[in-house]
């Protein structure tokens, strides 16, 4: 009696873990249901809006009263819309080219520090466009991780061109070792963000403040963050004092003599 009571009390044990298992995967199915239902909303607004603006300006453009220099100027405006809009699409489709099971990163040894290096200096015009002087630390040895060179090239890009376009002012940028690890860290002034917008920043489509929706797609961050996991690293966002940090962490390879 006391085997089968035994039995039965095992028996038992295994239904609950099943219960709790289907109603985990439950929980996980609506959620990617809700999320890919919000994902296909957040896309079909993000191209109506442009594609309207275009078309008005367009039409407006049409009108027989509209002088040559005034058609011009809605012509350059509809122009800079269709940019925007062709932006839009091809950020979408890196993104969704990521996040395809299909698509494998390269692991092999890399140079962070050189390819910091080399980014920034990519972006001398627009620092100098925003009249922003960026404070930078990098060691003066070579730092090596395992990672895709590509992908990396692409992750600094992204968060350097997100902390050009919203900082409130300063820029840092830093390339630190710690332990065994590699941390990129990318700060700029923010005052305007809350905890929730940290929360949600590496979200589709998501923005702190939706007025300055013309600046990025909104899709930057979240194609950090596939990269990032892509090549087994972590990404996460900090607000403090008014100061938004991003850091990126991957393993470090120690070069032996």
């Known amino acids: 009696m006391a085997l089968l009571d035994k039995d039965v009390e095992s028996l038992g044990l295994e239904i609950n873990k099943l219960i709790d298992l289907y109603m985990s995967e ?7 249901e809700r999320e890919q239902k919000q994902a296909i909303a957040n896309i079909s607004h993000d191209l109506r809006t442009p594609l309207t603006s275009i078309l008005g300006y367009i039409q407006m453009a049409e009108e027989d009263d509209v002088t040559a220099a005034e058609r011009k100027e809605l012509l350059s405006i509809a122009n800079k819309r269709a940019k925007r809009l062709e932006m839009l699409l091809k950020d979408f489709f890196e993104l969704s080219i990521i996040e395809s099971t299909d ?14 290096i080399d980014v920034l200096m990519s972006f001398y015009d627009r620092f100098y466009e925003r009249n922003m002087e960026p404070t930078i ?28 376009s919203h900082s409130d002012g300063n820029i840092i940028i830093s390339l630190e070792e710690r332990d065994f690890m590699v941390a990129l860290v990318v700060k700029n002034d923010a005052h305007s963000l809350t905890e929730q917008d940290v929360d949600f920043m590496f979200d589709r489509f998501y ?26 690293g972590t990404i996460m966002g900090q607000l403090s004092d008014g100061q938004l940090s991003i850091v990126c962490e991957w393993n470090s390879v120690v070069i032996k003599d």
């Open 26 to 32: 439950n929980r996980k199915r609506v959620r990617f």
């Open 103 to 116: 698509h494998q990163l390269k692991s092999e040894r890399i140079n962070l520090r050189s390819i910091t």
């Open 137 to 164: 630390h990098i060691p003066e040895s070579d730092v090596f991780i395992m990672a895709d060179e590509s992908a990396v090239t692409r992750v600094i890009e992204n968060l350097i061109s997100n902390a050009i």
């Open 207 to 232: 923005r702190a403040d939706q007025s300055r929706s013309g600046k990025s797609t909104g899709l930057g961050l979240s194609i950090v963050k596939s990269f990032m996991e892509k090549m087994n």
